[in-house]
């Protein structure tokens, strides 16, 4: 069993940057960084598998570091430049199953999930 715990959201002016944290206990193959604003549908933000591969959404490419650090079994999102649209819940997930590494932004293959943490970007 994995459990994971974010930290780190909060509420920033656009062009800002926060650090997103997820403590994890258990081991773990994949994992993201997923997002869901209201009435909207959940969405992948970047990904990372254990041999640090990462994919990101192209929304986020160039503004959103996702990173991991095996040691302390804790995964990080770094985001700068941030932007209204970036307004959501965040949520941490992982995977073992084979299918998060032919779809790592998708939601279905992660079968742990964090509670999630908000970030609210104000323009």
């Known amino acids: 069993q994995v459990q994971l715990v974010e930290s780190g959201g909060g509420s920033v002016q656009a062009g800002g940057s926060l650090r997103l944290s997820c403590a994890a206990s258990?081991?773990?193959?994949?994992m993201g960084w997923f997002r869901q604003a209201p009435g909207k549908e959940r969405e992948g933000v970047a990904s990372i598998r254990r041999d640090g591969s990462t994919t990101y959404a192209d929304s986020v490419k160039g503004r959103f570091t996702i990173s991991k650090d095996n040691a302390e079994n804790t995964l990080y999102l770094q985001m700068n430049s941030l932007k209204p649209e970036d307004t959501a819940m965040y949520y941490c997930a992982a995977s073992l199953r084979a299918s998060a590494l032919l779809r790592p932004l998708a939601p279905v293959p992660y079968n742990y999930w964090g509670k999630g943490t908000q970030v609210t970007v104000s323009s």
């Open positions: 258990g081991y773990t193959v994949y």
